[in-house]
């Protein structure tokens, strides 16, 4: 009863930090977007605009009234789950958000996948043989993969496997000239299947092989080293040396008795990885071409688009902030130990 208790209790905490920290998030965007170089009006007229069109477009947009009441404005809009207008194409901030977020999320998706089988396959393949050839080889290729940098890698890639050997496309989502099918989901290979559009279906599994692989690779290492740092960890508690006096084998001894141990801390690093790809990895985007919401930060950044990097970086901090905490509370659903 007492455990349930704290537990509840630690929930709730959790839960009450959570628009705390969207509001400091939101607040530090907004006054990060207004003290940095460059001015919207000038990315959208251009600098040789005359003064009467700057002023009447600064009027416009709502940038002549004071700091404080834009302010005010701008968090009354995020309460009442207004993002805004873009400044450059007058497009609503969730119309643009919603065609990009699921890019990038389809991305991730398959990224952690990639990462997960890699880089716990490597890990654990490691922990069975420690300091043997495998293990020297997982170790060489978590360091390896942590420091490519991920533009080079991805440009590697794609010279290799799309220029080279002409195996898959070098960028993109689609081919040019095949036109998407109609967007139930946003995820496109689910809405290919859906309207049963094979060719659609296949071309873009294609178009996602390399970015996914890429990122995956990229990401393998840190997964890879998380699992084989915590196994070793665990071999070395009292409980398995118990087991080992009581003759269980190797094999039974890591898939039985320590690798459920480990699972805790690669929850909290799985968690965390999801809902950081979830904003996209930018270079990863921009090296190919994969319209998802990075790419689409980094235009808006570029134009000065206040209204769209505020409502995508409020977007991508809500998603972070909720999956973190609900990795939080599942550990400690599963560990009461932590909520202590």
Do not use: C
Not at 212 to 225: K, N
């Amino acid at each position: 009863m007492a455990i349930k208790k704290e537990l509840f209790k630690y929930t709730l905490s959790r839960l009450a930090l959570l628009p705390i920290m969207l509001w400091i998030i939101s607040s530090l965007v907004f006054i990060l977007l207004r003290i940095a170089p460059g001015d919207p009006v000038d990315a959208i007229l251009g600098t040789r605009a005359n003064e009467f069109a700057r002023e009447s477009l600064r009027m416009k947009l709502g940038l002549d009234k004071p700091l404080i009441n834009q302010y005010l404005e701008y968090i009354n809009h995020l309460l009442h789950g207004n993002l805004g207008i873009s400044l450059n194409t007058q497009e609503p901030v969730k119309v643009i958000i919603s065609k990009a977020l699921p890019a990038s999320m389809e991305l991730a998706i398959f990224a952690i996948l990639i990462a997960s089988l890699v880089g716990y396959l490597i890990g654990f393949l490691g922990a069975v043989k420690p300091e043997g050839k495998i293990d020297f080889l997982g170790r060489l290729f978590g360091i390896a993969t942590y420091a490519l940098p991920p533009f080079w890698a991805a440009m590697l890639i794609q010279i290799i496997f799309a220029v080279l050997l002409g195996w898959l496309p070098i960028g993109g989502r689609l081919p040019p000239g095949l036109s998407p099918p109609p967007p139930f989901t946003g995820f496109l290979l689910l809405d290919s299947l859906l309207n049963n559009k094979i060719e659609i279906f296949v071309s873009s599994f294609k178009h996602l092989i390399l970015p996914s692989l890429t990122l995956g690779i990229l990401l393998s290492g840190i997964f890879s080293r998380s699992l084989r740092l915590n196994l070793e960890e665990v071999l070395k508690k009292d409980y398995i040396e118990a087991a080992k006096s009581r003759g269980i084998n190797e094999t039974r001894l890591l898939v039985r008795h320590a690798l459920p141990n480990t699972l805790l801390p690669l929850l909290t690093i799985t968690g965390l990885t999801v809902s950081s790809l979830i904003g996209g990895a930018l270079l990863i985007e921009i090296t190919f071409s994969w319209p998802g919401i990075a790419l689409g930060l980094q235009e808006a950044i570029n134009q000065r688009d206040y209204a769209v990097v505020q409502g995508i970086v409020v977007v991508i901090s809500s998603l972070v902030v909720i999956i973190s905490v609900v990795v939080d509370i599942a550990i400690a659903y599963i560990d009461p130990r932590v909520s202590y």
